[in-house]
């Protein structure tokens, strides 16, 4: 091509990509006209100085991207050569985080979103099924790393958006470079997400990033990343965007600047949508998708309610379910939007589209592939009869109609063949492969058909419990002052209306808190995340007493308090604070603490301590005693001011083991009149609500911002079933807190 004309493309392609948006939020008063531009599948070129490169990986650099169909003029594109053989298969998926799917159904009905509309678009759900293993706060880190996965946070392990979280599990990239499936690469405009994929680039499995968080405008930044990986012939390219989010926050979800905000990013798809179109001898899948929703009043608080789980998949092929969904209203209830796909299918169906997922027997993804043979849909896992030797799994799905069901649980067949139009399977053969009793979790898989027209979908069981059964002792509602079941809901509620919880300012943000899955089948637990603090240095959650109802109060205090709970990882280096009144910095200071202590291995130490200041008294510390890392435990504490003892329990949840840490341990010289010196509980926190600045020792002040010295590393902990007495327990009634596994919700008032 003569020098003069492609310059003339590359300035084509330079105007059409600058029409797409200025700013970061493309929340431009007016909105642009909704045309799609018409660009060649060239990458960004050095007219664009400020679109970063994609990074080659280590094991193999992509080719240098040419400029395939450069025009010859500003409308006649170039012919490509000739197709030989067929043609090869790619996968492009667009994340647009925080477009809702109302809005998105909106604009395509009213012809603002003409690219979008070009795509099948039908409503799905995010944040796994409320209530069951697989629920994930709907924020954009676990939705991402669904995204990434085709797995729920129960696997990849990530629940929140703290930026220092790990990512468990294969990625579709590590799967496709497995299978030996070319280079893929992503475009991305939050931080975030990149380092999500800090591994997957140190071994090679992702070939390229193009990283515009740091760009001022990172919707022309991610489009010119993305245009360069499909010019290039990339496998699989991923662009993500954060403008939507950026401008529901700004301007809330009703606002122009949110409407105009989707036509830029539609302007976008536009973009890509046409370079894979002209790339010669290539089938490209396209899914685009908005990652979660928002709340009404356009927050994103991460909750497991209808506006935040429904998002949207829309794709340029027709699904297997013959595009049931497409235009269909917003769903109104969480029951109607789990029966649509989800974002977990994202993964499985591109890795399909590839022909690189695989087998039935090395299936570990949530989802189903939504391209090729239909996988059965809706599948759910219960237990019965749990902490019994006759404890069993059920599994329910809706099934294809011409399809036979083999069912596999940790990739060994447990069911094999069974009839066309099966839609249940009790797995009722545990006891047969378990030799010790304690809490297990199986992940199963359940395939129709079989051979070349397999198509499966998976899902992680319940906690599964194999411990004699033991009635929840009825006395446990005597004296109960204080009681948080935890619900969907935040702020989370006192049951006996004597205290109350919630964030220890209001100047934190929502992710501080988060509702997870509880320790019981079907329940919910409070996650608490000290990587979000006010420049005061406040973190954490904090329950209020009323008044004359804090039980650490008086002279010769009696009380109880206890809760399960689970440490997601054990903090790096020193100790952090579980729950506590006090300033924790010291054990000396006046008041009660639970802390929890670096550890080896898969365990974390959990220290007791009161003090009166100056005189203390503590549980074991050498070593402390120790809990499974991911795993619920229930810990209790007691102090009998009367008899001065105080008892300290731990009860491991994997191993089935009561630990009676101390009892009947003297509280020493410690004055018992002074166990209350502040007016509330810190609940991943100390009294304070400000425990790591003040764990700096004062070389840190106000404005304080996380990490900020190194002997305060933030931390994530989940609470479940918390509660409080005015009475020391007893011992069997601990012990049936622990061995009945039921929430004292299931008790009778008195």
Request: proline share 9%; with cysteine; glycine share 10%.
């Given at each position: 091509?003569?020098?003069?004309?492609?310059?003339?493309?590359?300035?084509?392609?330079?105007?059409?990509?600058?029409?797409?948006?200025?700013?970061?939020?493309?929340?431009?008063?007016?909105?642009?006209?909704?045309?799609?531009?018409?660009?060649?599948?060239?990458?960004?070129?050095?007219?664009?100085?400020?679109?970063?490169?994609?990074?080659?990986?280590?094991?193999?650099?992509?080719?240098?991207?040419?400029?395939?169909?450069?025009?010859?003029?500003?409308?006649?594109?170039?012919?490509?050569?000739?197709?030989?053989?067929?043609?090869?298969?790619?996968?492009?998926?667009?994340?647009?985080?925080?477009?809702?799917?109302?809005?998105?159904?909106?604009?395509?009905?009213?012809?603002?979103?003409?690219?979008?509309?070009?795509?099948?678009?039908?409503?799905?759900?995010?944040?796994?099924?409320?209530?069951?293993?697989?629920?994930?706060?709907?924020?954009?880190?676990?939705?991402?790393?669904?995204?990434?996965?085709?797995?729920?946070?129960?696997?990849?392990?990530?629940?929140?958006?703290?930026?220092?979280?790990?990512?468990?599990?294969?990625?579709?990239?590590?799967?496709?470079?497995?299978?030996?499936?070319?280079?893929?690469?992503?475009?991305?405009?939050?931080?975030?997400?990149?380092?999500?994929?800090?591994?997957?680039?140190?071994?090679?499995?992702?070939?390229?990033?193009?990283d515009c968080s740091s760009q001022a405008a990172t919707t022309d930044c991610v489009t010119n990343g993305a245009?360069?990986?499909?010019?290039?012939?990339?496998?699989?390219?991923?662009?993500?965007?954060?403008?939507?989010?950026?401008?529901?926050?700004?301007?809330?979800?009703?606002?122009?600047?949110?409407?105009?905000?989707?036509?830029?990013?539609?302007?976008?798809?536009?973009?890509?949508?046409?370079?894979?179109?002209?790339?010669?001898?290539?089938?490209?899948?396209?899914?685009?998708?908005?990652?979660?929703?928002?709340?009404?009043?356009?927050?994103?608080?991460?909750?497991?309610?209808?506006?935040?789980?429904?998002?949207?998949?829309?794709?340029?092929?027709?699904?297997?379910?013959?595009?049931?969904?497409?235009?269909?209203?917003?769903?109104?209830?969480?029951?109607?939007?789990?029966?649509?796909?989800?974002?977990?299918?994202?993964?499985?169906?591109?890795?399909?589209?590839?022909?690189?997922?695989?087998?039935?027997?090395?299936?570990?993804?949530?989802?189903?592939?939504?391209?090729?043979?239909?996988?059965?849909?809706?599948?759910?896992?219960?237990?019965?009869?749990?902490?019994?030797?006759?404890?069993?799994?059920?599994?329910?799905?809706?099934?294809?109609?011409?399809?036979?069901?083999?069912?596999?649980?940790?990739?060994?067949?447990?069911?094999?063949?069974?009839?066309?139009?099966?839609?249940?399977?009790?797995?009722?053969?545990?006891?047969?492969?378990?030799?010790?009793?304690?809490?297990?979790?199986?992940?199963?898989?359940?395939?129709?058909?079989?051979?070349?027209?397999?198509?499966?979908?998976?899902?992680?069981?319940?906690?599964?419990?194999?411990?004699?059964?033991?009635?929840?002792?009825a006395t446990l509602i005597n004296g109960l002052v204080s009681y948080y079941p935890f619900s969907a809901t935040?702020?989370?509620?006192?049951?006996?209306?004597?205290?109350?919880?919630?964030?220890?300012?209001?100047?934190?943000?929502?992710?501080?808190?988060?509702?997870?899955?509880?320790?019981?089948?079907?329940?919910?637990?409070?996650?608490?995340?000290?990587?979000?603090?006010?420049?005061?240095?406040?973190?954490?959650?904090?329950?209020?007493?009323?008044?004359?109802?804090?039980?650490?109060?008086?002279?010769?205090?009696?009380?109880?308090?206890?809760?399960?709970?689970?440490?997601?990882?054990?903090?790096?280096?020193?100790?952090?604070?579980?729950?506590?009144?006090?300033?924790?910095?010291?054990?000396?200071?006046?008041?009660?603490?639970?802390?929890?202590?670096?550890?080896?291995?898969?365990?974390?130490?959990?220290?007791?301590?009161?003090?009166?200041?100056?005189?203390?008294?503590?549980?074991?510390?050498?070593?402390?005693?120790?809990?499974?890392?991911?795993?619920?435990?229930?810990?209790?504490?007691?102090?009998?001011?009367?008899?001065?003892?105080?008892?300290?329990?731990?009860?491991?949840?994997?191993?089935?083991?009561?630990?009676?840490?101390?009892?009947?341990?003297?509280?020493?010289?410690?004055?018992?009149?002074?166990?209350?010196?502040?007016?509330?509980?810190?609940?991943?926190?100390?009294?304070?609500?400000?425990?790591?600045?003040?764990?700096?020792?004062?070389?840190?002040?106000?404005?304080?911002?996380?990490?900020?010295?190194?002997?305060?590393?933030?931390?994530?902990?989940?609470?479940?079933?918390?509660?409080?007495?005015?009475?020391?327990?007893?011992?069997?009634?601990?012990?049936?807190?622990?061995?009945?596994?039921?929430?004292?919700?299931?008790?009778?008032?008195?």
């Amino acid at each position: 091509m003569p020098t003069w004309l492609r310059a003339m493309a590359i300035a084509t392609l330079s105007v059409a990509l600058t029409a797409c948006g200025g700013d970061d939020d493309d929340t431009n008063d007016s909105a642009p006209t909704p045309t799609v531009p018409t660009v060649p599948g060239s990458p960004a070129t050095p007219d664009n100085p400020s679109t970063p490169s994609p990074t080659p990986g280590t094991p193999e650099t992509p080719p240098s991207p040419e400029t395939p169909g450069t025009p010859e003029g500003p409308d006649m594109p170039e012919t490509p050569d000739t197709p030989t053989g067929p043609p090869s298969q790619h996968a492009l998926i667009i994340d647009m985080d925080s477009a809702t799917y109302a809005a998105v159904q909106s604009g395509v009905a009213n012809g603002t979103l003409p690219n979008l509309a070009r795509l099948r678009v039908a409503p799905a759900y995010t944040g796994g099924v409320s209530g069951t293993p697989s629920q994930q706060p709907t924020l954009d880190m676990p939705g991402w790393a669904t995204l990434l996965t085709g797995t729920w946070a129960n696997r990849h392990g990530v629940l929140s958006n703290a930026q220092t979280q790990a990512l468990r599990g294969a990625t579709i990239f590590e799967t496709a470079k497995a299978r030996n499936i070319g280079v893929s690469g992503v475009a991305v405009a939050s931080n975030g997400f990149a380092q999500l994929l800090a591994s997957d680039r140190e071994a090679g499995f992702l070939d390229a990033m193009t990283d515009c968080s740091s760009q001022a405008a990172t919707t022309d930044c991610v489009t010119n990343g993305a245009l360069q990986m499909i010019g290039s012939d990339y496998r699989t390219v991923v662009a993500q965007y954060r403008a939507a989010k950026d401008a529901a926050l700004d301007y809330g979800i009703g606002s122009p600047q949110y409407a105009n905000t989707l036509i830029g990013l539609d302007k976008a798809v536009g973009i890509l949508l046409a370079a894979t179109d002209k790339r010669p001898n290539s089938a490209w899948l396209v899914v685009v998708t908005g990652n979660h929703g928002l709340s009404g009043n356009s927050q994103d608080d991460g909750l497991p309610l209808t506006p935040q789980s429904t998002t949207f998949i829309g794709s340029n092929r027709t699904f297997n379910d013959g595009g049931i969904g497409v235009g269909a209203a917003v769903p109104t209830a969480l029951a109607d939007l789990y029966r649509y796909a989800s974002i977990a299918d994202i993964a499985p169906t591109v890795l399909a589209h590839l022909s690189a997922l695989p087998d039935a027997a090395q299936y570990a993804f949530d989802g189903g592939q939504l391209i090729g043979p239909l996988p059965v849909g809706q599948l759910t896992a219960t237990v019965s009869d749990n902490n019994s030797s006759s404890v069993t799994v059920a599994l329910n799905w809706v099934a294809p109609n011409d399809a036979t069901i083999d069912v596999w649980r940790d990739g060994r067949l447990v069911a094999s063949a069974l009839p066309a139009g099966t839609t249940s399977f009790t797995d009722n053969q545990l006891t047969n492969d378990l030799a010790a009793k304690g809490t297990y979790r199986f992940a199963y898989t359940v395939t129709a058909r079989t051979g070349e027209a397999a198509a499966s979908r998976g899902i992680v069981s319940p906690p599964v419990s194999y411990v004699p059964p033991v009635p929840l002792a009825a006395t446990l509602i005597n004296g109960l002052v204080s009681y948080y079941p935890f619900s969907a809901t935040l702020p989370p509620v006192d049951t006996q209306a004597n205290s109350t919880m919630g964030p220890a300012s209001p100047d934190l943000p929502l992710s501080a808190g988060a509702v997870v899955p509880g320790p019981f089948s079907g329940s919910h637990g409070l996650l608490v995340d000290t990587n979000f603090v006010t420049a005061s240095g406040l973190e954490g959650y904090r329950m209020v007493p009323a008044e004359g109802r804090d039980i650490s109060k008086g002279t010769a205090p009696q009380f109880t308090f206890g809760f399960w709970f689970k440490a997601p990882e054990c903090v790096s280096r020193s100790n952090v604070t579980v729950l506590s009144n006090k300033n924790y910095v010291s054990g000396g200071n006046a008041g009660v603490a639970i802390g929890m202590f670096s550890s080896s291995g898969n365990q974390c130490g959990i220290a007791f301590n009161i003090g009166s200041g100056g005189a203390r008294a503590d549980g074991p510390t050498g070593p402390y005693t120790q809990i499974t890392v991911d795993r619920w435990v229930y810990i209790a504490f007691s102090v009998d001011g009367l008899a001065k003892t105080m008892n300290m329990y731990v009860f491991d949840s994997v191993t089935g083991v009561t630990n009676r840490v101390a009892t009947a341990k003297s509280t020493g010289s410690v004055d018992l009149s002074k166990l209350s010196p502040y007016p509330q509980w810190g609940i991943g926190d100390d009294g304070t609500g400000a425990y790591l600045m003040n764990k700096c020792n004062g070389t840190v002040t106000p404005p304080y911002t996380v990490g900020q010295c190194a002997t305060a590393p933030p931390y994530r902990q989940i609470f479940g079933d918390l509660a409080m007495w005015n009475r020391v327990l007893t011992d069997g009634e601990l012990q049936s807190i622990f061995l009945s596994n039921k929430p004292l919700s299931t008790l009778s008032a008195p």
